[in-house]
C-alpha cells in the first residue's frame, strides 16, 4: 500500500484517524502501532516478523545497555552488527553472490529473497538510536510498545525521513493535537500527494518514452533525463511531504528531507538540500567518527569517500549507485579542494548551470542499472553516437510535455515562499489557498480513479 492509492485515501487513512482522535492519549500509541503493522503487512505479510525482530533486538540491546553500562560498547556493536547483517542478507546478498560466481566462476545458488519495504529506513533508524544511545545523548526507551511505534510509524516507515529517535522521543510520550496543526499537516499531505500524482507520474511518462527511443536525439537525451530529474524529485519529495503532514496531523514534528535541491549553486550546496535526513545520518555518524575534516587532508579525503561510497551502496544492490556515489564523492572533493575559489567568482547563472548540468548527469548513471547503457546515454547527451541534435520527435515530445516541464520547473523553485510575502488581505489569500489546495485534491483523485500507472520509485532503495 502507498499514500498515493485509492485504498489509503478513502478506506486505510479515514479509518485510522478516527480512531485515532476518538481515543484518549494514553492510547494513540497503541491505535498508531496496530495501523502501522497493518499498513506493513498489506502489502508484505512475511516480512512484518522481520521488523518485529530487529525492533526487539535495538530494544533488548539498549536495555542491557542501561543494565550494564561497562558493557555499552558490546551491546552497541553486537546490535547494529545484527541490524547491518539483516539488511544486508536481504538487500546485497545476490548482489554479492552473483559477483562471486563472476570473478570465480562458481554457480552459488541466489538467495531469492525479496528486498523488504523500507528495510533501509527502519534500520537506519534502529542504528540512530542504538548510537545516540551510547554516546548518552537519549535515554533508555523502557517502554517496548513507544519503541516499536518509533520504528514502525508508517507515515515515514517506507520512504522517510530517515527520523531520529531524539527528534520525537518527548512526543511519544506526550503530544499536542490541535486543529492548527491538524489543518498544517493536512496542507501539507495534498502538496504532496500532488506532486507525486499530478507531477511525477506524468513526467516519468516523458522519460518512459525517451526510454523506448533506440537513437534519440541529442537534445530529446537531455529533456529525458530532465524529466527522470523531476520525477525522482516529485516522487522522492512528495512521498515525504505526504509523511512529514500525517506526522503533523499526529502531533509529531518529522525533520524536513528536501529543501528545492534544483536550485542550487554547487553539488556542495544540492546535497544540503536532497534527501536531508540521509545526508545528516552519514555524516553524524560516519563522516563525524572517522574524524571528518580535523584529520589530515589524506584522511580527510577517506572519510569523504567512504561517506559516498555508502550513500551509493544505501540507495541500492548494483554497481550503478557505487558508481553514482563515487562520482559525487570525487565532484564534492573537487570542489573543496580545487574548485572552491573558482566557483566563487563566477556568476550565480554560470554556477547553478554548471550544478544542474553535473546533476543530470549524476542521474543518468543513477536511472540506469546497467552500466553500459549508461555510458550509452551518456554519448547521446554529449554528441559521441553520430546521432541528430534535433528531430521530429523531440519537436512533437517537447510540444506535448512542454506545459508539464514548465510547471514542474515552477514547482521545483520557492514560488511557494513567494506568495508568503505577498500583501493581501488575509481572507482574500485564505480563500486563494482553500480554492487551490481543493483544485490539488480533486484534480490528484481524478488522475488516480483514470489512471493505472501510479510507480514509487524508492520502494526499490
Not at 500500500?1 to 485515501?9: D, E, G, H, K, R
Not at 515525504?240 to 524536513?256: A, K, P, Q, R, V
Not at 573537487?334 to 548551470?353: A, C, R, T, Y
Request: aromatic content about 20%; charged content about 15%; some cysteine.
Amino acid at each position: 500500500m502507498v499514500f498515493s492509492s485509492l485504498p489509503f485515501l478513502f478506506f486505510f487513512m479515514p479509518l485510522f484517524f478516527l480512531l485515532y482522535y476518538l481515543f484518549p492519549l494514553r492510547a494513540k500509541n497503541i491505535i498508531l502501532l496496530i495501523f502501522s503493522l497493518i499498513f506493513y503487512a498489506w502489502g508484505e505479510p512475511i516480512y512484518i516478523i522481520l521488523m518485529i525482530i530487529t525492533s526487539f533486538i535495538n530494544y533488548l540491546a539498549g536495555r542491557l545497555m542501561e543494565k550494564h553500562p561497562k558493557q555499552r560498547k558490546l551491546w552497541m556493536i553486537l546490535s547494529i552488527s545484527i541490524s547491518l547483517g539483516l539488511l544486508g542478507v536481504y538487500k546485497y546478498g545476490n548482489f554479492i553472490i552473483d559477483n562471486i560466481n563472476h570473478l570465480l566462476s562458481l554457480s552459488i545458488p541466489s538467495l531469492d529473497l525479496a528486498l523488504p519495504i523500507g528495510i533501509s529506513f527502519y534500520t537506519f533508524q534502529a542504528i540512530s538510536y542504538i548510537i545516540d544511545l551510547y554516546r548518552k545523548e537519549v535515554p533508555c526507551e523502557k517502554s517496548f510498545l513507544c519503541f516499536m511505534t518509533y520504528i514502525s510509524m508508517f507515515p515515514q516507515l517506507i520512504a522517510g525521513p530517515i527520523v531520529r529517535y531524539q527528534t520525537i522521543q518527548e512526543e511519544l510520550k506526550t503530544r499536542k493535537i490541535n486543529f492548527s496543526l491538524y489543518q498544517e499537516g493536512l496542507l501539507r499531505f495534498i502538496r504532496g500527494l500532488a506532486k507525486k500524482v499530478l507531477l511525477a507520474n506524468n513526467i516519468g511518462v516523458l522519460w518512459n518514452m525517451v526510454q523506448m527511443e533506440s537513437s534519440p536525439s541529442v537534445i530529446l537525451s537531455w529533456l529525458g533525463i530532465a524529466a527522470f530529474a523531476f520525477q525522482i524529485y516529485f516522487d522522492f519529495s512528495g512521498y515525504s511531504d505526504m509523511g512529514i503532514g500525517m506526522g503533523l496531523m499526529l502531533g509529531f514534528h518529522f525533520n524536513e528531507n528536501f529543501n528545492y535541491p534544483y536550485i542550487s549553486k554547487s553539488i556542495t550546496e544540492f546535497w544540503r538540500r536532497w534527501h536531508m535526513s540521509l545526508s545528516t545520518f552519514f555524516k553524524d555518524y560516519v563522516y563525524i567518527p572517522l574524524g571528518g575534516n580535523r584529520c589530515s587532508k589524506i584522511k580527510h579525503i577517506r572519510n569523504i569517500l567512504i561517506v559516498w561510497i555508502l550513500t551509493g551502496v544505501w540507495h541500492g544492490a548494483s554497481w550503478n549507485f557505487i558508481l553514482w556515489g563515487l562520482y559525487y564523492g570525487i565532484i564534492l572533493l573537487l570542489e573543496k579542494f580545487v574548485f572552491s575559489k573558482w566557483l566563487e567568482k563566477l556568476p550565480n547563472g554560470i554556477k547553478h548551470l554548471y550544478a544542474i548540468i553535473l546533476i543530470l548527469i549524476g542521474w543518468t548513471i543513477f536511472a540506469f542499472d546497467d552500466i553500459n547503457q549508461v555510458f550509452i546515454y551518456l554519448k547521446n547527451m554529449f554528441f559521441l553516437r553520430g546521432i541528430p541534435l534535433f528531430n521530429m520527435e523531440t519537436m512533437y515530445l517537447l510540444k506535448n510535455f512542454f506545459i508539464l516541464l514548465l510547471i514542474s520547473f515552477l514547482a521545483s523553485i520557492p514560488l511557494f515562499n513567494f506568495w508568503k510575502t505577498l500583501k493581501i488581505p488575509k481572507t482574500i489569500k485564505n480563500l486563494c489557498l482553500f480554492i487551490f489546495y481543493l483544485f490539488l485534491f480533486i484534480a490528484s483523485i481524478a488522475y488516480l480513479v483514470d489512471s493505472t500507472y501510479n510507480p514509487f520509485l524508492y520502494f526499490r532503495f
